[in-house]
């Protein structure tokens, strides 16, 4: 490692940590489901999820570089503010009839927005292609499923 990394990572925990004592919250939840392999169950899942929340439904695979890439987009975009979402990731390798049941599989990772159990209009495949076209999407998404903003929004 060169020295301005060696900085960069000191900086970052001497600078980060204080905040992690105050009880800082992480605001995307990432889970894995671990359920078992039958659509209508894990739209069951899907459903309870995204009943109080903003569920994002990843369908990615362990071997996937872009699936990899997508969840440290994501990671970033967590920490912006009035961002509150749940992402619920599917290995399409481990729940084969799930993935082909929910999704004409042409690419991973594939992405899905649920709110009150319903899918909304939103949905792409691969990484983010404009992080801050997405952080505004997700920001409004939070406002909606939390009252701050009446509606969907629409990207």
Not at 36 to 60: C, G, I, R, Y
Request: charged share 20%.
């Amino acid at each position: 490692m060169d020295r301005r990394t060696i900085l960069k990572a000191f900086l970052a925990s001497v600078l980060l940590a204080p905040l992690a004592a105050f009880g800082t919250e992480t605001s995307v939840a990432r889970q894995e489901y671990s359920g078992p392999d039958d659509p209508d169950t894990f739209q069951k899942t899907l459903a309870e999820q995204s009943s109080a929340a903003v569920v994002m439904n990843v369908f990615h695979a362990t071997w996937c570089g872009p699936c990899k890439s997508l969840f440290a987009q994501m990671d970033d975009i967590r920490r912006q503010p009035g961002i509150k979402i749940q992402l619920l990731g599917v290995d399409i390798d481990k729940y084969p009839k799930i993935s082909k049941a929910m999704l004409p599989m042409v690419a991973t990772p594939q992405s899905f927005f649920y709110i009150y159990g319903q899918p909304q209009a939103y949905k792409f495949a691969g990484t983010i292609r404009n992080v801050p076209e997405m952080t505004r999407y997700l920001r409004e998404l939070t406002r909606a499923v939390h009252g701050d903003q009446p509606g969907v929004p629409r990207l």
